[in-house]
């Protein structure tokens, strides 16, 4: 059988782990592409470095074996549908991260409307239900070309190869309620403004009412005071009780007998 295939890393790190500009770049990438982590970034960083790579290293040659190179990248390039016809070769020291990302068929699926969101698409690739040219593709970043794009669809045998499938209808939003909500979030309501004299008037009214309302308190404290003074009985009132209690004890010291 042979010996086993050493499994290789198929992208680049970073030079350097601490960077934040790129670290604000890769976040703000793997939220707007629906991206697992970052790895998925730096595979395609380092596809299209090759593409830029090899189109320096063929700018320096003149020879014939240099030209079928220069063909065969263009033909790749124009499948893949990063450049035109009309574009030199040059044009690819121009490309960015995002033109790859938009070729992956996650983002592809998402931009034919097929599903709603990035993360729906990223399910029905793993779940099995994308074909690409009568074949089953179950990873998100597969590279689809052109010719590929055309072919793209649900696999027959799912529901969701159904048009009117609930997780395929996308609702509509007029734009008359799409632009009332763009005026209701540009209009701030500004805060009342007063004249000096108003705010004195506000200032004084303010004084009276913080007068009545310690007034009003001062006239409940004393009112509590009269109610407890009259439940409770005064000090000669005691004496008297005291005083009344033992000459009762006398008249009776043994309690009443049969």
């Known amino acids: 059988m042979g010996d086993p295939r050493k499994i ?36 395609m960083e380092t596809l299209l470095k090759k593409f830029k790579d090899q189109v320096k290293a063929l700018a320096s040659r003149i020879d014939e074996q240099s030209k079928l190179e220069e063909k065969q990248l263009v033909n790749r390039l124009l499948s893949l549908g990063l450049i035109t016809k009309e574009d030199p070769l040059d044009t690819v020291l121009g490309l960015g991260i995002r033109d790859v990302l938009e070729r992956r068929l996650q983002t592809i699926i998402v931009r034919k409307g097929l599903a709603k969101t990035m993360k729906q698409s990223r399910q029905f690739i793993t779940h099995g239900h994308v074909i690409v040219d009568s074949k089953k593709i179950t990873f998100p ?37 799409l632009d009332k909500k763009k005026k209701e979030k540009k209009e701030e309501v500004a805060p009342p403004t007063f004249s000096p004299e108003e705010i004195a008037q506000i200032e004084e009214k303010g004084a009276i009412e913080k007068k009545k ?29 005291k005083k009344e209690a033992p000459k009762k004890e006398e008249q009776n010291p043994e309690g009443d007998k049969k």
């Open 141 to 177: 970043s597969y590279i689809i070309s052109l010719k590929e794009e055309s072919l793209l669809e649900f696999i027959p045998t799912s529901t969701l190869s159904n048009v009117d499938h609930p997780e395929r209808m996308i609702k509509e939003v007029s734009k008359d309620k």
């Open 213 to 241: 309302a310690e007034e009003k308190a001062e006239a409940n404290k004393e009112k509590v005071k009269l109610a407890e003074k009259k439940k409770a009985p005064s000090a000669s009132e005691a004496q008297d009780s």
């Open 8 to 43: 290789r890393k198929k992208y680049e790190t970073p030079t350097h782990p601490w960077q934040k500009d790129r670290i604000d770049e890769e976040k703000t990438l793997t939220i707007e592409f629906g991206l697992k982590n970052k790895k998925e970034i730096w595979r």
